[in-house]
């Protein structure tokens, strides 16, 4: 099968690589915005735009698109280093991140930046848009499927349960939910600012289909999207165990990088890490 | 004056409706009070393009929002203090920002929701509301302009707040004299004075022109359906021409449709001007009546503010 044929994973594992770099490079030119949550999320955003995922970057409005919620907006530079990557626009535009008349804002405008489907930036929203798109989805009898990757600490918000609820209520099968399950909030690990375990089984209680995976296996990704799209009746929720700031070591695991750039010494040791030194 | 006392919110149901027959891409979404605010006539009509929320208006704004941005046209509804408050953020980053085709009409809206309490008589609405870019805020004053209000924001695929009612109010409009988003209408002609109001403030500014009629005082009377876009024209106009104005809302003075008169008034044309409007504080349960009174919403307050201007008037 094509998923496990090994040349397809390192090709999809070498445009990680260069999402994580464009990330860190973008971080560290804008100097401000969210390494951490930014790096544990890439490779599901790579499985999501480089396999998964119907979409065609020169039709950004194509109605027949899967669409695609970060509700956890401030991972927003992994999301637009994969947009760039996939050609909704140049890479070279990256590097105006958090910049005055940038198209590329510090969190997600979706009337702004092509490809973009939902301003998200305050959490705990993206999942009730994506339900909402999911509603329509049905309403229309269009194929489309919504992927929403929501962060750990946004299980906190009481609106994600609100929305869980929608979901499963409508049987909404077209969404697919993956939560960047990286067990660090701003202020500390997740299970001490606001314990979330049994997390799998909260989500099982609200009526989803829950899988849980290492989030860094596009193997694994891919494989529990395509059983996410076998369950009929149901959402499904795919618990990505991930690491923060993973790929870049010092950032790996650390509170520090949650919300902050590299310093130059920093920076040219990420890239060095990322095989990229020409960034 | 007598009036015909009729419901704002059967109108709302009747429009949507129409609405939901005219077009396939009308979408709406209530939060478990279907019944109270009429959404039910729609869900009754046309159950698959009905979502009920349950009691979460977070995420009945954030649906909206998902619906809105995959080309409905999505009206969502509940009372105006939960419709508002309950889900700033989400309207703030969801409807308003990313500028989406949602109509957030609200009914219980004002004091006059009674009994329930200062919890449910929501009079900051406006005021929250107004300050968001890209949002326009609608004041329909009875029942038929309630009915083309709905169907003429409907036509635009812009934010809009529209806030209605529990009570029936005063019909002082017909069903067929015009309703344009962009134009605030004159009721009654006069040049000592201007009488502006919005909602159900409209028929007690009517009710104190006739009796400022009484002492040959000729008061003008303009409806302010739409806060926002400010219709600054027509306010212009008549300051310049009567030289003092008053204001009347069902809505706390610090922040609504008199404020957004005044700021227009201080920038372009100054006039001796009073707010009629409920004071800076919260409301209580009571009757209707009781409470216009109480809070300073009647015929009188606006009849005495009309002579405190005229006083200060040169």
């Known amino acids: ?279 | 004056m007598t009036w015909k006392w009729e419901s704002q919110r059967k109108q709302y149901g009747r429009a949507l409706v129409e609405l939901g027959k005219e077009r396939n891409d009308i979408v709406v979404l209530d939060a478990d009070l279907s019944s109270s605010t009429r959404t039910a006539d729609f869900a009754s009509a046309f159950p698959e393009r009905f979502f009920n929320c349950g009691v979460a208006e977070q995420n009945m704004i954030d649906t909206a929002a998902g619906l809105a941005a995959s080309g409905k046209t999505v009206f969502a509804s509940t009372f105006a203090v939960f419709g508002t408050g309950r889900c700033y953020d989400q309207i703030r980053q969801s409807v308003a920002y990313p500028k989406l085709n949602i109509k957030i009409v609200a009914s219980h809206a004002g004091i006059t929701v009674g009994g329930d309490g200062a919890s449910h008589q929501i009079i900051e609405d406006l005021a929250l509301m107004r300050v968001l870019p890209n949002m326009s805020v609608i004041v329909p004053v009875d029942s038929n302009e309630t009915y083309k209000a709905v169907k003429t924001v409907a036509s635009n695929k812009n934010p809009v707040y529209v806030r209605i009612g529990r009570a029936d109010v005063p019909t002082v409009t017909d069903k067929d004299s015009p309703f344009d988003l962009d134009k605030a209408s004159i009721m009654r002609t006069g040049d000592d004075v201007t009488l502006i109001g919005c909602g159900i403030m409209v028929s007690k500014c009517l009710e104190a022109a006739e009796e400022l009629a009484k002492h040959g005082i000729d008061a003008r009377v303009i409806n302010l359906h739409t806060i926002k876009p400010l219709d600054e024209k027509i306010i212009v106009k008549a300051a310049r021409e009567t030289g003092a104005v008053v204001t009347a809302e069902e809505h706390s003075v610090m922040m609504g449709m008199g404020s957004a008169v005044a700021m227009c008034l201080v920038e372009n044309f100054h006039v001796p001007m009073k707010r009629v409007g409920i004071p800076d504080v919260f409301g209580e349960s009571g009757g209707c009546d009781e409470l216009m009174e109480r809070y300073g919403l009647t015929m009188e307050n606006i009849v005495e503010a009309a002579h405190d201007v005229l006083k200060r008037k040169k």
Not at chain 1, 251 to 267: N, R
């Open chain 1, 1 to 279: 099968m094509e998923i496990y044929d090994g040349e397809f994973i390192s090709e999809l594992e070498s445009i990680a690589r260069r999402v994580r770099a464009h990330a860190v490079k973008m971080i560290y030119q804008a100097g401000s915005g969210h390494p951490g949550g930014s790096l544990s999320a890439v490779d599901i955003l790579v499985a999501l735009y480089f396999h998964l995922m119907k979409h065609d970057p020169k039709r950004p409005d194509w109605p027949e698109r899967d669409r695609f919620v970060l509700s956890k907006g401030h991972g927003a530079p992994a999301l637009y280093a994969v947009l760039a990557e996939a050609g909704y626009f140049p890479v070279d535009e990256l590097w105006s991140l958090r910049k005055m008349g940038s198209r590329l804002q510090g969190h997600p405008c979706m009337r702004k930046t092509p490809g973009v489907e939902m301003s998200t930036g305050s959490l705990g929203h993206g999942l009730a848009a994506g339900n909402g798109m999911a509603l329509a989805a049905k309403l229309d009898r269009k194929l489309y499927r919504i992927f929403v990757i929501c962060g750990d600490g946004e299980m906190d918000v009481g609106e994600t349960w609100e929305a869980a609820m929608l979901a499963s209520h409508h049987k909404l099968d077209n969404v697919t939910l993956y939560i960047d399950r990286n067990k660090l909030q701003l202020d500390g690990p997740t299970e001490k600012i606001m314990s979330l375990e049994p997390l799998g089984d909260k989500w099982k209680a609200f009526g989803w289909h829950v899988i849980e995976i290492n989030g860094h296996s596009l193997k694994e990704i891919i494989k529990a999207t395509n059983e996410a799209r076998s369950i009929k009746g149901r959402p499904t929720a795919i618990i990505c165990h991930t690491i923060k700031g993973k790929g870049v070591s010092y950032m790996e695991g650390s509170l520090h990088f949650h919300g902050k750039a590299p310093s130059d010494e920093e920076y040219r040791q990420a890239m060095e890490e990322l095989g990229v030194s020409e960034e």
